[in-house]
């Protein structure tokens, strides 16, 4: 999938940007994985220091898709590790946005896919399988549905309603 610029985005689609159909994320995240450009439609979980549920939607086909995590900005734990990486690596998603933490950094920064964080942390989350699969999230000042439209490049995330094209 060819990405977009999102400088570019922005500079073409001021209507977007002006009816809420096309959003920025507030520059909170950290970039780590290989792809720094990744872009795809978005599934959505909210979870809070727990990554059962990660591990379950990271073991289905990712077809490109983009996984959103809002794990309430916890600095307390990380949700994503190296194994996990590597899994979404293998089963085809594009990329991984974290509201919180991850951890085996060096791991992640060998996966060919695009992870955005808060920051990473050593320890390793709960696992009590708590948590809400495709729902309405809100992270970095932004409201992101599932089904939504995520681009990410060097210069900051978007959220479109629709898919964009080139």
Not at 148 to 157: C, K, M, R, T, V
């Given at each position: 999938?060819?990405?977009?610029?999102?400088?570019?985005?922005?500079?073409?689609?001021?209507?977007?940007?002006?009816?809420?159909?096309?959003?920025?994320?507030?520059?909170?995240?950290?970039?780590y994985g290989q792809c720094?450009?990744?872009?795809?439609?978005?599934?959505?979980?909210?979870?809070?220091?727990?990554?059962?549920?990660?591990?379950?939607?990271?073991?289905?086909?990712?077809?490109?898709?983009?996984?959103?995590?809002?794990?309430?900005?916890?600095?307390?734990?990380?949700?994503?590790?190296?194994?996990?990486?590597?899994?979404?690596?293998?089963?085809?998603?594009?990329?991984?946005?974290?509201?919180?933490?991850?951890?085996?950094?060096?791991?992640?920064?060998?996966?060919?896919?695009?992870?955005?964080?808060?920051?990473?942390?050593?320890?390793?989350?709960?696992?009590?399988?708590?948590?809400?699969?495709?729902?309405?999230?809100?992270?970095?000042?932004?409201?992101?549905?599932?089904?939504?439209?995520?681009?990410?490049?060097?210069?900051g995330i978007l959220i479109?309603?629709?898919?964009?094209?080139?």
């Amino acid at each position: 999938m060819a990405s977009l610029a999102t400088a570019e985005v922005c500079d073409t689609n001021a209507a977007l940007l002006s009816s809420g159909d096309l959003r920025i994320l507030q520059p909170v995240f950290q970039s780590y994985g290989q792809c720094r450009a990744f872009s795809g439609p978005v599934v959505t979980l909210k979870v809070f220091e727990d990554n059962v549920l990660v591990r379950e939607l990271l073991e289905t086909r990712g077809e490109g898709r983009v996984l959103v995590i809002d794990g309430g900005g916890s600095m307390r734990c990380a949700l994503v590790g190296g194994n996990l990486g590597q899994l979404a690596q293998n089963m085809g998603w594009a990329g991984i946005v974290v509201n919180g933490c991850i951890r085996d950094v060096d791991e992640i920064k060998g996966c060919d896919i695009g992870v955005r964080a808060l920051a990473s942390h050593p320890l390793k989350s709960n696992k009590r399988g708590i948590g809400e699969k495709n729902v309405l999230v809100h992270i970095a000042g932004t409201m992101i549905r599932p089904g939504e439209w995520l681009y990410a490049d060097s210069d900051g995330i978007l959220i479109s309603k629709t898919e964009l094209s080139i």
